[in-house]
T-cell receptor, first 116, second 115 residues
Framework: KAGVTQTPRYLIKTRGQQVTLSCSPI?????VSWYQQTPGQGLQFLFE???????NKGNFPGRFSGRQFSNSRSEMNVSTLELGDSALYLC???????????????FGSGTQLSVL | AQKVTQAQTEISVVEKEDVTLDCVYE???????LFWYKQPPSGELVFLIR??????QNEISGRYSWNFQKSTSSFNFTITASQVVDSAVYFC????????????FGSGTQLTVLP
């Protein structure tokens, strides 16, 4: 069974640009969550999508957005990139058989975004 | 608000030594879940264990064991007879009931096992 797939693996952008990251969850998983990992702030929750609806959002500015498609694949978008957006962006999927269930998350290898 | 503290930033041991990674958490919720994840250099977080707040029984899985103590709000992780392949960053995380996938992570402990 394929794991969580994130593309691209590495990305270099310049300030002011926008970027879209993609995440394909494990087959059958309905929930996709996004996390940002930086050396200074550590791992921080961005948002979660379940059945194409955003259910939870972390404390990030509106420049960070996402969506989920009917096949559970998810994308996150960051507009007007800033230097501080340089980070490893991790996607996680889970079965979520029951909304709100606290089952384990399966993480992808992440997209390393560098903003110059 | 929830908080997870991993006071050990880096630990270095020699192969075959035992090592314990500390995790202290804060939450006002009575129902919560605690996790440990391993992050190798490849980047993905690998699930190790999940424990709910009502189950204080310690758990052993091969060379790994976990000690959950609600009285001290700690969920420590011990690796027995460490191996070089155990070298990674280890994260402790907490999620409260109803918050589903919104984990609060500790800052991580970089474990280096030397041959």
């Amino acid at each position: 069974k394929a794991g969580v797939t994130q593309t691209p693996r590495y990305l270099i952008k310049t300030r002011g640009q926008q970027v879209t990251l993609s995440c394909s969850p494990i087959s059958g998983h309905r929930s996709v969550s996004w996390y940002q990992q930086t050396p200074g702030q550590g791992l921080q929750f961005l948002f979660e999508y379940f059945s194409e609806t955003q259910r939870n959002k972390g404390n990030f500015p509106g420049r960070f957005s996402g969506r989920q498609f009917s096949n559970s694949r998810s994308e996150m978008n960051v507009s007007t990139l800033e230097l501080g957006d340089s980070a490893l962006y991790l996607c996680a999927s889970s079965l979520a058989p029951v909304e709100g269930a606290n089952e384990k998350l399966f993480f992808g290898s992440g997209t390393q975004l560098s903003v110059l | 608000a929830q908080k997870v503290t991993q006071a050990q930033t880096e630990i270095s041991v020699v192969e075959k030594e035992d090592v314990t990674l500390d995790c202290v958490y804060e939450t006002r919720d009575t129902t919560y879940y605690l996790f440990w994840y391993k992050q190798p250099p490849s980047g993905e977080l690998v699930f190790l264990i999940r424990r709910n707040s009502f189950d204080e029984q310690n758990e052993i899985s091969g060379r790994y064991s976990w000690n959950f103590q609600k009285s001290t709000s700690s969920f420590n992780f011990t690796i027995t007879a460490s191996q070089v392949v155990d070298s990674a960053v280890y994260f402790c995380a907490l999620v409260v009931s109803g918050s589903a996938r919104q984990l609060t992570f500790g800052s991580g402990t970089q474990l280096t096992v030397l041959p």
